[in-house]
């Protein structure tokens, strides 16, 4: 919002230009001074939801995967815009809630330290205090414990000055009590407060902290040394089991679906980006719409979140289906051989490439294409916005209809789009040839023609002749058969030689 955007406008259907952008660089400007010189702790990009990908996701082949590529961009978004090196060493599940697949998957993606909370993580040693935060939980891994009575302390509405007031003194007599408990024993307290506070929870919250600074039981500490504090050797150390987990918060995790629907998205897009001459103009975006996919922020929202997933296929689709194949009319086939055009269109900014388009015919008796095979391929290059039109050579060898389907793929084998399906109509006789032929018979039909109406004027003649010469016979020839044979000039007898 620092820079121009649009909004969707009431009726949902057409959108409007944003008119806060002067808002979001001050909000901005505000929390980059905020954290100037500070420590500051990135989750993985969207806070994907642990326990949802532990109890539903782990299972689906590549949900984890995600995990790892959230923290890098969690990592980068943070120095590119906050302008400082977060550590990307800590996880959270949600309310701190735990149990040792969470703590598998929390751990997956790197981070070394994970946020339960002391509801879930209870002690279970009788100790009379509040131990320090950090706790040895095996395989290099700590788990910071935060209270959870601090913790909680400003969920309730806050909007309202008594009640901001009331909880303001309650999270202060709390921990003046976790400091009574044991007086001579120092101790690292974490509070982690819900996720997404509002503004008027924040600000309590704030005023808390701030009136704690006057006070002498308790001293600031960031996280990180949090952390690395010197556990208590008495406190619990055990992560509670699968059943342990709480119903309510069970209820509200992402459903399996959800992390097939991922994974088929995430299978499509890494089909597309093979083909993009710029791929991080598609992968970028969509990456982290699938880490979207999977944040905590859906807890209770399952019809929304399958919205929004549904959006992202679609989207998705719309992009790849801007290459395809343009479909082709029937064709014929005149002859022997000829060429068959196939085009492939690119609606796309951005060129394609590493594409292979095929050509199969389904009667390769009746028509193979090209050096008798039944399946002929070439590779495919379409600059963004072009079509590009590939010829192949088709042989015949009979006459008939031949369906023939055109498939485009990637270099890997891997279909893309949808195939398409024309018919070539096979004919040995082509065009040039039948008008050869037909030209030839006409020929002979005039020929046959002539042939007859000279005979019908030779034999006029012959009969004209006969009347004049009757009864002389000194000029007519001793033998009456006249030659008639192969290498006679007249077969007529007339004594005329005949034009043939």
């Not at 505000?30 to 954290?35: E, M, N, R, S």
């Not at 040839?433 to 002979?444: E, F, N, P, Q, T």
Request: aromatic share 4%; glycine share 8%; net charge neutral.
């Amino acid at each position: 919002m620092t820079e121009s955007y649009d909004v969707k406008s009431e009726d949902g259907e057409t959108t409007v230009a944003g008119k806060n952008q002067a808002v979001a660089n001050r909000w901005l400007s505000d929390l980059q001074k905020a954290v100037e010189g500070k420590k500051v702790v990135a989750l993985p990009f969207a806070d994907p939801d642990l326990a949802s990908l532990a109890h539903r996701g782990k299972d689906v082949p590549g949900s984890l995967s995600h995990l790892r590529r959230a923290t890098d961009v969690a990592a980068t978004t943070v120095k590119s815009i906050l302008h400082t090196e977060p550590s990307t060493d800590f996880s959270w599940p949600v309310n701190g809630a735990v149990d040792p697949s969470v703590v598998d998957v929390a751990t997956s993606a790197g981070a070394h330290n994970v946020i339960a909370r002391s509801d879930s993580l209870q002690e279970t040693s009788g100790l009379p205090y509040t131990p320090t935060a950090a706790r040895p939980i095996g395989g290099g891994t700590t788990a910071v414990v935060a209270d959870a009575r601090l913790s909680t302390a400003f969920e309730g509405d806050m909007s309202q000055a008594g009640d901001s007031t009331l909880a303001i003194q309650k999270f202060l007599a709390q921990t003046l009590a976790v400091t009574l408990q044991d007086e001579e024993k120092q101790r690292s307290v974490v509070v982690a407060p819900q996720r997404l506070p509002s503004a008027s929870q924040a600000q309590s919250m704030a005023r808390a902290l701030h009136s704690l600074d006057a006070q002498r039981w308790t001293q600031p500490l960031d996280l990180e040394a949090a952390s690395k504090a010197k556990p208590d050797a008495r406190a619990t150390t055990d992560v509670p089991g699968p059943s342990s987990y709480p119903r309510s918060l069970s209820k509200q995790e992402l459903a399996a679906k959800a992390f097939q629907d991922i994974k088929a998205t995430q299978a499509k897009l890494d089909n597309f980006k093979v083909i993009l001459t710029a791929p991080d103009r598609v992968v970028t975006p969509f990456g982290n719409a699938i880490n979207r996919a999977m944040s905590t922020s859906w807890r209770g929202n399952g019809p929304k979140a399958q919205t929004y997933r549904t959006g992202v296929q679609n989207y998705l689709a719309s992009l790849t289906d801007e290459v395809q194949l343009i479909q082709k009319s029937d064709a014929t086939l005149s002859g022997r051989s000829a060429t068959v055009p196939v085009t492939v269109q690119n609606k796309l900014v951005q060129g394609v490439e590493h594409l292979v388009l095929q050509l199969t015919s389904t009667k390769p008796t009746r028509l193979n294409m090209g050096g008798g095979q039944t399946v002929a391929e070439q590779r495919v290059k379409v600059a963004g916005g072009h079509s590009q039109s590939v010829k192949f050579t088709a042989t015949a060898n009979a006459n008939g209809p031949v369906p023939v389907i055109a498939q485009l793929y990637t270099e890997d084998g891997t279909p893309y789009g949808r195939s398409m399906v024309f018919t070539v109509d096979v004919n040995e006789f082509t065009p040039t040839v039948m008008l050869v032929i037909a030209g030839g018979v006409l020929l002979l039909v005039l020929a046959g023609i002539r042939m007859y109406t000279q005979r019908k004027r030779a034999a006029a003649r012959e009969a004209a002749d006969g009347g004049d010469g009757e009864g002389d016979d000194s000029e007519q020839p001793s033998d009456p058969t006249p030659d008639t044979g192969p290498e006679s000039s007249n077969p007529s007898g007339t004594g005329e030689k005949v034009d043939r």
